[in-house]
């Protein structure tokens, strides 16, 4: 069964809390990025292993395997856009149908543990590609495809928010330790 693809502009996030997941973009220290990002990995291979990962919990609700999917290729794609802002002042990103790539590349049949694996490989990427950036780099920018202006710093407030909802979307604590 397909989900109805999610329309929102979450850009929102980069200025005020999030009820759903608790995030509060207040709270993201420059210091603090890199390893957040890391630590945001934590836990889903215990996630990916129920036996009802693979299960969607309702018909508008991705399963467990497939958010760890998304999980996976956010970092990826995370890491990717924050190291084209690193070398190019400006940049543009390629449009990214996160829909799409979930039909397409199949999310709901692909192993659970190797998706657990990959997703600590790419959290542990796009962490280090953060702890690359130096203090004039935090102010260098980036454009989405549909006009949405970042900076490296709010780009990380983004992502961090993404990496920490999804986790409760599938049961896990924000960040590990909450």
Same mark, same amino acid.
């Given at each position: 069964?397909?989900?109805? &693809?999610?329309?929102?502009?979450?850009?929102?996030?980069?200025? /005020?809390? $999030?009820?759903? $997941?608790?995030?509060? &973009?207040?709270?993201? =220290?420059?210091? +603090?990025?890199?390893?957040?990002?890391? =630590?945001?990995?934590?836990?889903?291979?215990?996630?990916?292993?129920?036996?009802?990962? @693979?299960? =969607?919990?309702?018909?508008?609700?991705?399963?467990?395997? %497939?958010?760890? $999917?998304?999980?996976?290729?956010?970092? =990826?794609?995370?890491?990717?856009?924050?190291?084209?802002?690193?070398?190019? +002042? #400006?940049?543009?990103?390629? *449009?990214?149908?996160?829909?799409? @790539?979930?039909?397409?590349?199949?999310?709901?049949?692909?192993? &659970?543990?190797?998706?657990? #694996? %990959?997703?600590? !490989?790419?959290? !542990?990427?796009?962490?280090?590609?953060?702890? @690359?950036?130096?203090?004039?780099?935090?102010? /260098?920018? #980036?454009?989405?495809? *549909?006009?949405?202006?970042?900076?490296?710093?709010?780009?990380?407030?983004?992502?961090?928010?993404?990496? %920490?909802?999804?986790?409760?979307?599938?049961?896990?604590?924000? /960040?590990?330790?909450?």
């Amino acid at each position: 069964m397909a989900i109805t &693809p999610d329309s929102k502009d979450w850009t929102w996030v980069i200025e /005020r809390p $999030c009820v759903d $997941c608790g995030f509060d &973009p207040a709270t993201v =220290r420059r210091a +603090d990025v890199a390893d957040r990002i890391a =630590r945001s990995a934590i836990g889903w291979e215990v996630a990916l292993a129920r036996p009802d990962a @693979t299960v =969607r919990p309702d018909e508008h609700t991705w399963s467990v395997l %497939e958010y760890g $999917c998304h999980l996976r290729d956010v970092h =990826r794609i995370m890491r990717e856009r924050l190291l084209l802002m690193l070398a190019q +002042d #400006g940049a543009a990103f390629a *449009n990214w149908d996160q829909d799409a @790539t979930a039909v397409e590349d199949a999310y709901g049949e692909q192993d &659970p543990g190797v998706v657990a #694996g %990959e997703l600590a !490989t790419e959290a !542990t990427s796009f962490a280090d590609a953060y702890r @690359t950036v130096s203090d004039g780099d935090w102010v /260098r920018t #980036g454009l989405r495809s *549909n006009g949405s202006a970042f900076t490296v710093e709010s780009f990380a407030v983004y992502a961090l928010h993404d990496l %920490e909802h999804h986790r409760v979307d599938v049961g896990l604590a924000p /960040r590990p330790g909450d």
